[in-house]
Structures are given as C-alpha cells and as structure tokens.
C-alpha cells in the first residue's frame, strides 16, 4: 500500500491535483459555513452552471479557461446578490433563472462548435488530468488570495452571517461584506470546477459545513472542523479515483457523504448522552 502511494506522487498531475485540490478545499470549506447559515448555500451550484458557460466560451474561443471564466463568475455572483437584494426575484429563483439559461448556453456552444476540443464529461463531473501547470499556478495565487481576505474579513463576515440586521443597524457596510463574501465564493467555484466538475463543485461547500454542524456548536469549531474535514475528504476521494478509475468528483462527494452520515450518528450519540 506505501509503495502504491509513493508511486502515486510520482505523477506530476496527481501532485497539480493535490495541490490545487487541497487549497480550493479550504477555501470551500470556510465559506461554505456563512453559505449555509445564510441559508444560500446553493449559490455554489448556481455559479458553478455559470462557470460552465464560461469555460466552453474560453474552449471554443482558444482563450485560458480560468482568465475568461473568473471575472464572468465574480460578475455572476454580484449579479445574484444584487438582484436578492433589490427583491425583485428571491435568491432561490435568481439562482435557478442565471444557472440554468447559463448552462443552456454553455451545451449550445460545445455542441454548435464542431471541431472544437471539447470533452462535455470533463466539464461537467471533472477530470484530474484537466489542469496545466498554467492553471496550477494561477489556482495556488488566486486561492491564497482568497484565504487572506478571509481571514482579513474574518469578523465582518461573522457578524452578517449571524444577524445581518444588527451589523447593518451597528454601521457595519453590509452589502460590501456580502458582496465580498459572493466574490470569493465565485474564485473558488471556478478554481475547483476543472477537477470536480460543474455539477459537483457545490458539494464542497456544503457537505463539510454539514457534517460539522452535526458534532459542533459554535461558529469557530464548526468552520475548523469543516476545514479539516474537507482536505481529508479531499485526498481520500482523490485515492479512489486513482485506483478504482473513478470519476474525481463524484468519488469525493461519496467521501463526503459518508463523512455526513458518520457525523450524523456521532452528534446523535453525542447528544443523547450530553447531560441536559
């Protein structure tokens, strides 16, 4: 088995995964509890649709994938908070009419584009092989970037997440948090659709943030927890798919899965026997 894991890091796209994998992991993880708690943990599906659209433009057109697809996806996110604020369409309806016209045009330009290089699969349930030393690079800066806002903003984003309401009452800029909070989820998004594809990507957001509220209680514990849980998700998903041949991001969403179902019965358990 310690020779079979030796000879997976050989391979330089297993360590362009790994890598990139782990980062957009954590970054997906620490959003995702705000998504959750703000009961808007489908923009991560709505945008992902959106990417779609983006990266078959940037296949077609011969651009970079990720240079056409990050600022369409941020622009989609603000799009979406803006319009959710205005309440003019509610959030839920707001994110199916922009994901799904999305990702109509997103199949409509593969499949009128003949002769393009395309791979629909690769886009849609991702691929590990799908990511350059080009994209690698960008993905390690652009996820970085993405973890010192968090930790930057790291209290206005506590504050909206929990009562909105009182941050704005107290002279917090609420929209301006909001819309930070929208931006760096549409770079993560982005950042893992090549890998999970765009129809899984979201499960990174919200499956860790689940299953940790399941044990823990308080905002801190559940994001660390949720951190955490993500990367080992992360790495275990990628093993089975390197050696049962397994689609990458189906592979450690059922890795998720059975972490959500295993911190089910522990916050059961937990909470059965917790003294009153």
Known sequence: MLEQLMELFQYPFITRALIVGT????????????????????????????????????QVAG????????????????LLLRLSE??????????????????????????????ANTDLLNYMFGSILAMSTGDVVLSICLSLAVLVLYLFFYNKIFAVTFDETFAKATGKKTSLYNTVIAALTAVTIVLGMRMMGALLISALVIFPALSAMRVF?????????????????FFIGILASYFYAAPTGASVVMV?????LLFSVAGAVLNRFSPR
């Not at 109509?104 to 003949?114: E, F, K, Q």
């Open 23 to 58: 980062l957009v992991s954590l970054c997906a993880a620490l959003l995702g509890v705000s998504l959750v708690l703000k009961r808007y943990s489908m923009i991560g599906d709505g945008l992902s649709h959106v990417g779609f659209g983006a990266l078959a433009c940037a």
């Open 63 to 78: 651009v970079a994938p990720l240079t056409l697809a990050i600022p369409i996806v941020v622009a989609a996110a603000i």
């Open 86 to 115: 205005s309440g003019k369409i509610k959030g839920d309806a707001a994110i199916a009419f922009i994901s799904t016209g999305a990702l109509a045009a997103g199949v409509l330009i593969i499949s009128l584009s003949r002769g």
């Open 217 to 233: 209680k308080s905002f801190a514990g559940v994001t660390v927890c949720s951190v955490i849980l993500s990367v080992i998700c």
């Open 256 to 260: 998720h899965m059975a972490a959500f």
